[in-house]
């Protein structure tokens, strides 16, 4: 099987290599946006934890994007209300912050009215990564697993980001959130394994999992609100802190640019799919349909992926280079019944540049650094 594979990711990877030349010419730019401020106003004790949710890695709606798209704009008070925030403290205790939005300049935050239409474009399909040289590498290297099951990406020295419904189903933890603890891809076996053949490649590739406690979580109000599981799905991400560095390199988030503006309209995920138990599975999709909030694919993906960071490749004009980015949030399956029928979508939370200002002063404490999205 690892014969089989490998080869498919090396004529994946130049094939990919090709059509990033190709683009050299009309480089896909990163847009400068104009990041509002989320500051945090009032911090309040809220009583201890339950963890008594059933880890759920998926996600159920009835809501699909055209209903997304019709839902009603909300107001200042309830997007300072959504993106007000739960943190979890590995001791039990939790906390609500409570936060003002700042907008400078007259943009305010624009909703729903996607211009795009939908499009049927090639399939799609999943590849396992095989070798050390990948999995330890950035990009693939971002990818790390959660204990409750789902997937993270490193998106700081000790930052983590992955989807709210991974530790939270809207009213309570899932079990397991308060222990929580980040798995990092490992080689199984190193210099010290005596007697072990170490030009054989069937001990060289073998991997573990090395773990890491969580201190802290949060998650934004407009996910525990969302018992109006419609609003909710806007708001399914969640930050975790770890204990301690953990040294890798890690990938920046941005702003979501729209789906037209993306290479070849198409983004990256790499997760741990269920069905494929101690694999990293690496897939790319072109964007069907999006709204303000969501991103919305077809793509093969199992649970085990959601909270993975979905990213894409462009060229950063100001730093003369090609920087990925992580600027959404895969949150799983959507069903969406349309006249009967179910119909069923794979949907990614978008990282808006509110998201963005919050998810960033999560990760620096302060909004200065958290200017350009
Ligand atoms: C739990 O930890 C937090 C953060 O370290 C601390 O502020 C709080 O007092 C602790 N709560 C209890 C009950 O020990
Ligand atoms: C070690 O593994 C390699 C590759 O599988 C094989 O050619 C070689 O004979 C093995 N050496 C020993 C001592 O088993």
Known sequence: MMQSKFPALCVFLSFFTFVELQ????????????????????????????????????????????????????????????????????????????????????RVEPKGKSRSK?????????????????????????????STGCTGTLVAEKHVLTAAHCIHDGKSYVKGAQ?????????????????????DPRILEKMKFQWIRVKRTHVPKGWIKGNAIDIGMDYDYALLELKKPHKRKFMMIGVSPPGRQLPGRRIHFSGYDNDRPGHLVYRFCDVKDETYDLLYQQCDAQPGASGSGVYVRMWKRQKQKWERKIIGIFSGHQWVDKNGDKQDFNVAVRITPLKYAQICFWIKGNYLDCRDG
């Open 179 to 199: 222990k929580l603890k980040v798995g990092f891809l490992k080689p199984k076996y190193k210099d010290g394994g005596k007697g072990l053949n170490f030009t």
């Open 118 to 146: 939908r499009q049927i474009y090639g399939h799609d399909s999943r590849f396992s990564v095989y070798g050390k040289h990948f999995l330890l590498n950035y990009p693939f290297s971002t990818s790390v697993k959660l």
């Open 23 to 106: 683009n050299e010419e009309e480089k896909p730019t990163w847009p400068n946006y104009r990041v509002p401020v989320v500051l945090p106003q009032s911090v309040s004790r809220l009583d201890k934890a339950k963890f008594d949710a059933e880890p759920r890695l998926d996600v159920a709606s009835s809501c699909g994007p055209e209903c997304h798209k019709h839902s009603a704009t909300p107001t200042l008070e309830d997007l300072k209300d959504y993106m007000s925030y739960e943190t979890l403290y590995s001791n039990g205790s939790r906390t609500m912050t409570d936060v003002g939005l700042y907008v400078f300049g007259s």
